[in-house]
């Protein structure tokens, strides 16, 4: 690897640190959130799945833009918008600054994950790229073992109304450092002068379309009329993009859903299969963690505790991931994916017989496996699901496969907390909220099965080769 590759690689890592350690503390912050500043149910819900919203639907112009006009300036502007982001969120006295810097902050997100998913995509290829990814994997699982630790030792040392706002600011400091990195690690692309296409009135519309499914999850009391007219016009709303989608790519230009991606069998499948494996994830981990801390009154220094030998089994899963896939191919994310749906069922069956501390331990023994799931699933998930995409292309493939997941993810936590709070986060409405995980899951593992999936081989025939030549040289 040159040094200029390493730099960019070190960019990414930093980006991707630090973006995943507040995914990683957010939810430890739910209840003293809640209580300090007297929020409704609804008010939680949007301020757990808010950031994910606009993190996806940053996704794609940000990912266009940086295929266009190169990645350093995005890069450095969405850092600077995460970190106002999280700062608002920080001060916020009430539930609109406080989800309004969710927001923000989700939107700073997206913009840096397009360019660190468009840097690998660019710099890396074959074996490399892999290897790339499972560094960003790891990176991830370096923030789930910090970050709930110090989220954890916040809100045991320092009062429960000034820790909250502590934690929305722990990622603070690596993004400062990140940007530093980045102006200094990212080289600085000249302006190709081109006009891109970003789409801004289909994403628009799918994020209304996104928030128009969601409400009636965060407002059960949504009957009747109200429910039929939100129906009506998701209907609407569906068809127009449609139509627009269409006109769009007939003036020349390229549309959100761009066709030489959504006709690809095997790139439209790998979508679906890490939409639904990455709501399904990170609503169990969301639901499992503000249910101990609400309703068995676990410290959540003691939760973040737990959380460490998962993280630790994702990271060395994560690690081996080529060597896996150099001998099963893309059906080693069907492996993966039939194990964290077993653990997803066994967590929800745990609910029906334990309780308090015994369910806490069991859970926390099952959610090992999981790591292991998750470090095995997602660096061979998004090589495969990416190798489908063409090279002029990188930029808006990787992005959209993030803004599939992350609007995903949207659903999936509102959906879940919804569930656990409708009434008030007992051990039935859990078991409930997980067992909706486990169908998710369990629908990605039947469609990972479809042959479009693994139909190209190339990359793990690379992979392979490049195995061989590392153990010969060892």
């Known amino acids: 690897m040159t040094r200029s590759a390493q730099a960019a690689l070190w960019c990414c890592l930093g980006a991707g640190f630090s973006t995943l350690l507040d995914s990683a503390v957010v939810a430890f912050t739910a209840p003293a959130v809640q209580a300090d500043l007297h929020l409704a149910d ?4 949007w301020f757990l799945a808010s950031y994910s919203l606009t993190f996806g639907l940053g996704l ?26 999280a700062v608002l969120s920080a001060v916020a006295p009430g539930a609109l600054p406080l989800i309004g810097g969710r927001l923000v902050q989700g939107l700073g997100a997206g913009i840096i994950s397009a360019q660190v998913l468009g840097v690998i995509q660019d710099v890396f290829t074959g074996p490399e790229r892999l290897r790339a990814l499972a560094r960003y994997t790891g990176a991830g699982a370096l923030a789930a073992i910090a970050g709930p630790l110090l989220a954890g030792a916040a809100l045991w040392v320092l009062p429960e109304g000034i820790a909250w706002r502590v934690v929305l600011l722990l990622p603070v400091p690596f993004v400062v450092g990140t940007i530093v990195l980045g102006l200094r690690g990212l080289p600085r692309s000249p302006s190709t002068g081109r006009v891109t296409a970003l789409d801004l009135p289909g994403i628009a519309v799918l994020g209304a379309l996104v928030v128009l499914v969601t409400l009636p999850v965060i407002e059960p009391g949504l009957r009747g009329p109200g429910l039929a007219g939100v129906l009506v016009v998701c209907a609407l709303l569906t068809a127009g993009l449609f139509w627009w989608e269409r006109i769009y790519a ?7 859903f761009a066709p030489a991606l959504v006709r690809s069998p095997g790139y439209v499948t790998g979508n679906l299969v890490a939409l639904l494996w990455f709501g399904a994830g990170l609503a169990f981990t969301t639901v499992k963690t503000v249910y101990f801390l609400q309703a068995c009154d676990i410290a959540a220094l003691v939760i ?4 460490i030998p998962s993280a630790v089994a994702r990271l060395v899963s994560a690690g081996r991931g080529q060597q896996l896939f150099a001998r099963y191919g893309p059906a080693l994310v069907t492996y993966g994916l039939v194990l964290q749906t077993a653990c997803l069922a066994l967590s929800a069956a745990a609910t029906l ?8 331990a069991a859970l926390s023994a099952i959610q090992v496996l999981a790591g292991v799931s998750g470090g095995v699933v997602e660096p ?3 090589a495969v699901t990416l190798g489908f995409a063409p090279s002029s292309l990188h930029g808006v493939a990787a992005s959209f496969l993030q803004l599939t ?8 936590i509102a959906l879940g907390t919804g569930v656990l709070l ?3 986060a007992t051990t039935g409405s859990l078991g409930r909220a997980v067992l909706l995980c486990a169908l998710a899951s369990l629908v990605a593992t039947a469609v990972s099965f479809a042959p479009a999936f693994r139909a190209d081989q190339r990359s793990r025939a690379e992979i392979a080769a490049a195995t061989s030549a590392t153990a010969a040289s060892r």
């Open 405 to 412: 997941q992350r609007l995903s993810a949207t659903f999936c």
């Open 250 to 256: 007939r003036r020349g230009k390229l549309p959100l």
């Open 353 to 360: 017989i334990t309780d308090g501390w015994a369910l806490f």
């Open 380 to 382: 061979p998930l998004r």
């Open 42 to 45: 609804a008010h939680v819900q």
């Open 60 to 85: 794609a112009p940000a990912g266009r833009i940086g295929d266009a006009f190169g990645r350093r300036t995005p890069f450095v502007a969405g850092l600077l918008l995460f970190l106002a982001g």
């Open 422 to 424: 409708a009434t008030g």
């Open 304 to 307: 973040a505790a737990a959380l």
